[in-house]
């Protein structure tokens, strides 16, 4: 009998050895992206905002009780001097209570020095004593009351300055707290631009912000001021945040209170760190408001994805505030292929 050669497959003779075949090994496709390098550098953006002029210190002017107004003393314009009577109510009915509380005041008095006696003479009790004096000190002060009320029925300047409006007329009724006249201090005080801006121009503006001033009433001349207070809640009326930038040096002349100025706010002031990372629209994602996302590499092989604070918005860039501290590199095409983690590999 010949003897025969059966010739088997490799794979099947390592199979009945037991040695498993080796496991195939399958490389992911990298993801062709263009990166570029980052430093967090100054910004220098400006905010234009308009505005009227005023000061720090107005102030509406008002009688304590009520009545009718006897006289106004001085017209829209005028300036005053502190302690200079403004404005006065009739006193008729006014002094009329003033005479009642101090008539019962003299009776209370009486009552009492009369209870004295009579509790020294053992007539009156210890009760009747106290509640004579009491009665007496209610008396004392309502008469202060009274008093008080009649020194309020007049107005008088609270400072050196100009008034501003005068909101009522002579022989007018009006109720207590009523704004009768409106004043400021704008041969002393401070004048500044109140401007609206959006809730994003408020994040960027910081107190100490330089600011040039345009008024409109007079093109081409121009004033300095400084960023001094931001508002921290939305203006009702315009549903702006308020900004202060007050005036350098003395008053001009060419201003006055509710004209209308126009200024550029330099959100770069030296001394105030406002640096940021100005990167192109295109490599922001998802952006909601001040936030959004970008990916970032550190050793140009692997993408990560982090969020980031949104500061401001240029003509072709995006300013970034927070986020990218660590990074290295920013991911500027080929984000939209991208995962967290995603394997990349770098072109021109």
Avoid at 121 to 149: I, P, R
Avoid at 256 to 269: L, P, Q
Avoid at 338 to 347: F, T, V
Wanted: hydrophobic share 40%; proline share 3%.
């Amino acid at each position: 009998m010949k003897n025969t050669l059966l010739l088997l497959p490799v794979s099947m003779i390592l199979f009945s050895c037991g040695t498993k075949p080796a496991a195939t090994v399958t490389v992911s496709d990298t993801i062709p992206v263009k990166i570029m390098a980052l430093a967090k550098q100054g910004t220098s953006t400006t905010i234009n905002a308009s505005g009227q002029f005023t000061t720090d210190d107005e102030v509406y002017l008002s009688f304590k009780t009520n009545g009718i107004i006897s006289n106004i003393l001085v017209k829209e314009g005028d300036p005053v001097r502190k302690g200079q009577l403004l404005a006065t109510l009739n006193l008729t009915e006014i002094d009329a209570q003033v005479q009642k509380d101090q008539l019962a005041f003299e009776k209370a008095q009486r009552d009492y020095q009369r209870i004295v006696r009579l509790h020294n003479d053992s007539v009156a009790t210890q009760e009747q004593l106290e509640n004579s004096k009491t009665a007496m000190d209610q008396a004392k002060q309502q008469l202060s009351t009274s008093q008080f009320n009649r020194s309020y029925s007049a107005i008088h300047a609270t400072q050196d300055g100009y008034v501003l409006h005068k909101l009522v007329s002579s022989g007018q009724m009006v109720n207590a707290g009523t704004p009768v006249l409106q004043t400021n201090g704008a041969s002393s005080a401070h004048w500044l631009l109140r401007v609206g801006v959006s809730d994003r121009e408020w994040a960027q503006v910081k107190n100490g912000d330089k600011a040039t001033i345009e008024i409109s009433g007079i093109p081409g001349d121009t004033l300095t001021g400084t960023v001094t207070r931001k508002s921290e809640g939305v203006d009702a009326q315009s549903g702006t945040f308020l900004i202060d930038v007050q005036l350098s040096g003395n008053k001009p002349a060419a201003i006055a209170a509710g004209m209308f100025g126009r200024c550029h706010i330099n959100t770069g002031a030296a001394g105030n760190n406002n640096t940021a990372w100005s990167i192109p629209y295109a490599a922001l994602l998802d952006g909601n408001g001040s936030s959004g996302f970008v990916f970032v590499t550190n050793d140009n092989k692997i993408a990560q994805k982090i969020p980031v604070t949104i500061a401001g918005m240029e003509k072709e860039n995006v300013l970034i505030s927070n986020g990218m501290e660590q990074a290295k590199a920013l991911i500027i095409s080929g984000s939209a292929y991208l995962k967290d983690q995603s394997p990349i590999r770098i072109i021109q």
